[in-house]
């Protein structure tokens, strides 16, 4: 099983990178081949709009590296998403790649994995906020998960780790074994 994590956040050591590498580490405990994508290390460009990627078979127009990216998420069978919530809402870097997936998408809204894999792709969304409150965002992150399965990902879990102004996740002893059981849940299945 190959999994990929794919970091969302600018800080290549924050919170962000060491929840989804502790999820791929549960699962590469487990015998998954996993790798590690730094969205702030790749040239990725926002997406234009210009529907080039529906014209013909051309692909996306911008020529950067989502496509390196896109051929990781065709060759796994799951993926770590992590993305801090800044302000009510995913990272900046994390929306630019939603939008980038837009190139995945049909023109008529159907999705692209279930004409191409009859499996789905297995997703764990992870998220991180500095508030302590485990619902206060809980319409965009249950609106993420629902973009994510129009894409015809299988969500399988939706971590979100509390109170991160309190100190850096790392140093949270009940997030280590939580965060690896998630991972090798993946394997498991």
């Not at 970091?7 to 590498?21: D, F, L």
């Not at 060759?75 to 809402?89: D, L, T």
């Amino acid at each position: 099983m190959k999994i990929i994590g794919i970091i969302t956040s600018p800080r290549k050591e924050g919170n962000t990178a060491w929840i989804v590498n502790k999820i791929l580490e549960g699962a590469k405990e487990r015998g998954a081949e996993t790798q590690v994508w730094y969205f702030g290390d790749l040239d990725i460009q926002p997406c234009r709009g210009c529907w080039g990627c529906h014209k013909g078979d051309r692909g996306c127009v911008i020529k950067d590296d989502m496509q390196k990216l896109n051929d990781a998420i065709d060759h796994a069978n799951a993926i770590v998403f992590g993305s801090p919530i800044y302000m009510m809402q995913m990272s900046a870097q994390a929306k630019i790649f939603i939008d980038r997936m837009f190139a995945r998408f049909s023109p008529r809204y159907s999705p692209y994995f279930k004409a191409e894999n009859a499996a789905q792709k297995k997703l764990i969304l992870a998220f991180n906020q500095g508030n302590p409150d485990s619902g206060l965002f809980q319409s965009y992150i249950d609106y993420t998960k629902h973009m994510f399965e129009l894409l015809e990902f299988e969500v399988k879990e939706v971590p979100v780790v509390t109170g991160m102004r309190n100190g850096p996740a790392h140093e949270r002893e009940d997030l280590r074994t939580l965060l690896k059981d998630i991972g090798s849940s993946l394997v498991g299945e």
